[in-house]
């Protein structure tokens, strides 16, 4: 492919085209698809999706883990002009609820279960009981939800089995032109809904069109120099920007293979990379740490690897030196982006050195723009020196259902995307983070904002008051740390009770994992008498 693809339906029939009995597709459970083979699924699911009246617009939520059926469902979506919207496996069913509900999801394409997260109990929960009558959807808290679709299992009342569904396409001999489908796609289409956590607590719904395919072309042919020869493994969740356009789509437009794993733990990772012959593994530096120091690891299953990328480290240089040693890494690209930038918007590349690889960030991709600006008064900040990053180019298109007025403090009057992120310019036009504005806590990779978890730590009976900060963590890079006032004539609280009551409350990476008990005196205060959340940590034992 020798032009930037403008949409995600486009580069996807291109690549089908172009190689249709090239390996795509290989899961962890032992299917393996030709892009030919992928073709075929997808075109089943967008017939059957089409027999359940879906109209270009509409929203398609995904429960589920890493998998060949996300695969067909993203690019039945993209050829449909449905909107994608991935849901957190982990997710318990407050938080699914929140998602499904506030982005109109009308069609659920799901697991029954993944690992210990039961979906269909889960579903149970926010219906209050059974999930409708028939195969039709009808749960109060859910008005948009008309169909659940389960990948396999049995079926329950108010859903249907993904097996009947594509058999129904096929009894009503559905017949879909492709091919115009997706001429009728554009450039500016939405295509995907990912929620990402925020500066208010509320996961908010980043709406990405159908040309964020374009990044995923500059990137892999500018930065990482991926070609149809690499085997990419899904070292992150399809439900993050990370492991949705880095790995799957990152495959799909250079013609890649995608070797796809369900959970990223030593033992699957040696396992994966020794058997398919992986060649770009990327990660988390913490992430990888934990591979490389685990028993099962094995130099010689690396032995392929020839490139990955990773963001916001938290570790020394010289131990992510020694993790690129250990895995035999030939080029460690480090990047900067986020959902809102549609993933990476800046990269060093495998033609830098690998200081430079480690030290930065690298640049802008083609089609950003980027320009530091002073937090306070907004002041553009000229030539070295840091500032918050605003980024104008290849973004989001909007917050899905946010009112204009709320948006405003998202952008500048000139169009740019405000991170809320500091980073610093060097004199030889290279970029370094230096640390985020907003108060995120950035655990293994998942992204959560201190005040969600304080949100719901505010309904525990005996707690008065809390805070969450992030603290450095070895293995997971942060980890939340709650600080508690006690009710009057509470005695007591332990960490162990505070994780027991939150379990059922919220994700397992967003449960606090220190806890410091507080005295109403004892709150570090500012000069206008608000807690001083940046001292927290230094009153931890």
């Known amino acids: 492919m020798s032009d930037v693809p403008e949409t995600l339906a486009q580069a996807y029939l291109s690549t089908t085209r172009r190689l249709p009995d090239k390996e795509a597709v290989v899961s962890s459970d032992g299917r393996r698809y030709t892009y030919a083979g ?12 089409h027999t359940l009246g879906c109209q270009p617009g509409d929203r398609v939520a995904v429960w589920l883990a890493n998998c060949p059926e996300w695969v067909f469902a993203e690019f039945a979506c993209a050829l449909l002009g449905l909107v994608l919207v991935p849901v957190n496996a982990r997710f318990r069913a407050n938080e699914a609820s929140y998602v499904l509900k506030s982005s109109s999801a009308k069609i659920l394409l799901m697991h029954p279960n993944f690992l210990s997260n039961n979906y269909l109990e889960r579903l149970q929960e926010i219906a209050g009981g059974p999930l409708g009558r028939g195969d039709q959807a ?9 169909s659940i679709v389960l990948t396999d299992g049995d079926v329950v009342p108010g859903s249907v089995g993904l097996p009947d569904l594509l058999a129904r396409a096929k009894r009503a001999q559905v017949q879909l032109d492709f091919e115009a489908l997706a001429s009728e796609r554009h450039p500016q289409d939405p295509a995907m809904m990912f929620w990402t956590s925020g500066s208010t607590g509320r996961p908010k719904g980043a709406v990405i069109p ?4 374009g990044n995923v072309w500059n990137w892999t042919t500018h930065a990482a120099n991926i070609t149809e020869r690499d ?43 020794a058997e ?19 028993p099962a690891f ?41 959902t809102e930038t549609q993933g990476i918007a800046l990269s060093t590349t495998v033609y830098d050195s690998r200081e430079i690889q480690l030290t930065t960030c690298g640049r802008p991709l083609p089609d950003f723009n980027l320009k530091l600006v002073d937090p306070e008064s907004e002041e553009e900040v000229p030539g070295t020196g840091s500032g918050e990053a605003w980024i104008k180019g290849r973004t989001h298109l909007t917050y899905f259902g946010m009112p204009a007025d709320q948006l405003d403090q998202f952008y500048s009057d000139d169009g740019y995307y405000r991170t ?4 610093n310019r060097r004199p030889d036009g290279r970029y370094e983070f230096v640390t985020r504005i907003k108060d995120l806590i950035k655990v293994g990779g998942e992204n959560v904002a201190a005040v969600e978890i304080e949100r719901v730590l505010k309904e525990h009976p005996s707690i008065f008051n809390v805070q969450v900060v992030g603290i450095y963590d070895d293995r997971r890079g942060e980890i939340p740390a709650a600080f508690v006032e006690l009710m009057p004539g509470t005695e007591s609280l332990t960490l162990d009770g505070l994780q027991d ?11 606090p994992r220190k806890l410091k008990l507080m005295r109403t005196d004892e709150w570090p205060r500012t000069q206008s008498a608000k807690i001083a959340r940046f001292q927290l940590e230094a009153l931890l034992d």
């Not at 992928?38 to 999706?49: C, G, K, N, S, Y």
């Not at 009808?138 to 008309?146: H, V």
């Not at 159908?210 to 395919?213: E, K, T």
């Not at 009551?501 to 449960?511: E, N, Q, T």
């Open 38 to 49: 992928v073709q075929q699924e997808v075109e089943r699911l967008a017939m059957a999706l």
């Open 138 to 146: 009808e749960i109060l808290a859910l008005p948009d939800l008309r």
């Open 210 to 213: 159908q040309n964020c395919i």
């Open 231 to 273: 085997r990419i493994l899904t070292s992150f969740p399809l439900f993050y920007v990370a492991g949705n356009f880095w790995c799957l789509l990152a495959a799909m437009v250079k013609g890649a293979t995608l070797v796809m794993s369900t959970e990223f733990d030593a033992e699957s990772v040696v396992q994966a990379c």
């Open 276 to 294: 398919e012959k992986v060649t770009v593994l990327s990660g988390i530096p913490t992430m990888l740490k934990e591979v490389v120091h685990d």
């Open 298 to 338: 094995d130099p010689s299953a690396f032995a392929s690897v020839r490139v990955g990328f990773f963001g916001g480290a938290s570790m020394p240089y010289q131990d992510i030196v020694t993790l690129i040693e250990r895995i035999g890494y030939k080029h460690l690209l480090q990047v900067y982006g986020m």
């Open 420 to 423: 809320g992120d500091v980073i």
């Open 501 to 511: 009551w939150s379990a059922d409350r919220m994700a397992p990476f967003k449960l």
